[in-house]
């Protein structure tokens, strides 16, 4: 089969067209503050990206079985056949709806090669849901690989746009600054435009924050608003459950200080923080299968041994966790650390690391700029910023605890990384005047 045949050009030129048409032709997609064509040149290089990243994953890992872009796909066309000939049983499977049984193991699943992971849990498989999302894209490609990159764009860019006008109230003055903070971080305009999960949990990511802000500000009769928020839920849970786990203490703060006095604030979101430390610790106490500490411990264990087993080039040191709270609090520098600064430069020439390698090196210099350029934050902005910081610092300890490989580690902070650039913008005089004193946080669209 050719990389890319007739018909897939055919495929592709019509549902470029249509997302295009899109992107004009909506106001979700107008954003005032920025040139009327930006977001549409962001989806093409978005395009691009996601198809660059597809012709390193056919020419460059060849083992197509094992390629994240490719595994999920292959999968899910046996659940879309199951639609032509067998609908029932496609619903079943797409709903989760009595089908954990031998039929559906015999007829479908055994004959999946990511279904089942090879080191089972009480944690919910993630990679049903990737499947099941290709399953229904299939029924729009008719099985055209690169029209999923296509979908896989379009809602990661509809996320990315949801989150800046989330939050774009309160960046007056540095609107251009902040999406390029959100939209052109390498690794997010890499990574999130692929056929890979990051594409999708940018887009929850986004809805998210989005219909949050939006209800904050007094709009509760948008139906839409809800369904957005819903699906967002939905979306953070079964794709990636620990980003709404790191999300949950900054969301909480952030409502909680909205209208606290700036001497408050820090003391009000420390009191939110042991709340839901205690709450993490004692989560088993209500659901006594769920022991998150071990549950943690385990994934490490897991992982270290899928990455020795496909003999992984790019292993790290992590400190071995022991199922106590002092243990993981002991691990979680360095588990920081690997995330934020690894990989180094020069340190691997895999090219997905030399990316992260270098969007590193751009951060870590931004970051120092700000100590020269500081601007100070109004308290509107300040319970922004530690929203920000929690979330970034714990979805980077979260996944420096379990995660020894940095192939992986580059992708996993991706949702972190529009959230860290927004953090430097704002703290940074990027304009060379005197920062405001008063900010009103205006509505967001």
């Known amino acids: ?20 048409w899109l992107i004009r032709s909506h106001s979700f997609f107008r954003i005032q503050e920025l040139q009327p064509r930006f977001i549409t040149y962001v989806f093409l290089l978005k ?36 639609l032509f000939h067998k609908p029932g049983d496609f619903f079943r499977m797409l709903f989760g709806y009595e089908n954990d049984n031998n039929y559906f193991n015999e007829q479908y699943y055994n ?38 990159t296509l979908f896989s764009c379009f809602l990661s860019l509809t996320g990315l746009v949801a989150l800046y006008k989330a939050f774009k109230s309160f960046f007056t003055g540095k609107e251009k600054w902040m999406a390029y903070a959100i939209f052109l971080l390498p690794s997010v305009l890499f990574w999130a435009s692929g056929v890979l999960k990051e594409s999708y949990l940018m887009f929850g990511l986004g809805l998210l924050l989005y219909s949050i802000m939006f209800l904050l500000n007094g709009d509760w009769k948008k139906w839409s608003i809800y369904l957005a928020l819903l ?15 790191a999300l949950l203490p900054g969301i909480i703060g952030f409502v909680f200080v909205r209208k606290t006095s700036v001497q408050l604030l820090f003391l009000k979101y420390g009191l939110v923080v042991l709340v839901c430390l205690f709450g993490w610790v004692y989560f088993e106490k209500l659901f006594p299968s769920w022991h998150m500490l071990e549950i943690l411990v385990q994934k490490q264990q897991d992982f270290i041994r899928l990455s020795q087993a496909m003999n992984s080039g790019s292993m790290l040191y992590t400190v071995p966790l022991d199922p106590d709270f002092l243990s993981f609090i002991k691990a979680a520098p360095l588990a920081f650390t690997n995330v934020l600064l690894r990989p180094f430069p020069g340190e691997s020439f895999s090219p997905f690391l030399l990316i992260a390698s270098a969007e590193n090196a751009i951060l870590l210099v931004a970051m120092v700029l700000v100590v020269f350029r500081f601007q100070k934050p109004n308290k509107d902005q300040l319970n922004l910023i530690v929203f920000f910081l929690l979330f970034v610092v714990g979805l980077f300890v979260l996944i420096g605890w379990v995660t020894p490989v940095m192939g992986a580690i580059v992708r996993y902070k991706v949702p972190a990384l529009p959230f860290l650039g927004m953090i430097v913008v704002m703290l940074m005089n990027i304009q060379g005047k005197p920062s405001s004193e008063n900010y009103s946080a205006k509505r967001s669209d």
Request: glycine residues 2%; without cysteine.
């Open 1 to 20: 089969m050719s990389f890319f045949s007739i018909s897939d050009a055919l495929l592709v030129s019509v549902w470029l067209f249509l997302m295009l």
């Open 231 to 245: 699906t967002g839920i939905l979306l953070l849970l079964y794709l990636k459950v620990y980003v709404l786990m």
């Open 111 to 148: 004959h999946m090669n990511n279904w089942f992971r090879k080191y089972e849990s009480n944690i919910y498989n993630d990679s049903h849901t990737i499947i099941r999302i290709n399953a229904v894209l299939r029924i729009f490609s008719f099985g055209s690989f690169h029209v999923h």
């Open 47 to 82: 395009v691009v990206a996601g198809f660059f990243l597809t012709i390193i994953y056919t020419f460059y890992y060849t083992d197509r079985a094992n390629a994240d872009i490719y595994k999920y796909f292959d999968d899910s066309a046996l659940m879309t056949d199951a």
